[in-house]
């Protein structure tokens, strides 16, 4: 059974940096490609990253985030980071990883096994 759980979100100031975690099981990076997505309330879901070890394409990122958002894996620790810097405002939302597409994309219409999510709030 695929599971992801996600932790790291929190309250941080404006200009500052978080690192979240989405530990993963049931599946092998191998298989599948890995994205953190994010929904801001009363907006649609946003791709934000993702990775893949199979893809031409290991990487991709939203045009928001890029420069400020990497996405990294540790293999041995079956864990997909998400590290943030430069955060605003507009970043603050609900983060979700995710699995089970067939090669990088930041398109969540793509994945199959969603996390439950952790809050990330922005303070101005």
């Known amino acids: 059974e695929v599971q992801l759980v996600e932790s790291g979100g929190g309250l941080v100031q404006a200009g500052g940096s978080l690192r979240l975690s989405c530990a993963a099981s049931?599946?092998?990076?191998?298989?599948?490609?890995i994205g953190w997505f994010r929904q801001a309330p009363g907006k649609e879901r946003e791709g934000v990253a993702s990775f893949s070890k199979s893809s031409d394409v290991d990487t991709a990122y939203g045009d928001s985030v890029k420069g400020r958002f990497t996405i990294s894996s540790d293999n041995a620790k079956n864990t997909v980071y998400l590290h943030m810097s430069k955060l605003n405002h507009e970043d603050t939302a609900v983060y979700y990883c995710?699995?089970?597409?067939?090669?990088?994309?930041?398109?969540?219409?793509?994945?199959?096994?969603w996390g439950q999510g952790t809050q990330v709030t922005v303070s101005s």
């Open positions: 049931g599946f092998s990076f191998d298989d599948y490609a």
């Open positions: 995710a699995t089970g597409a067939p090669f990088t994309t930041i398109h969540p219409a793509w994945y199959d096994y």
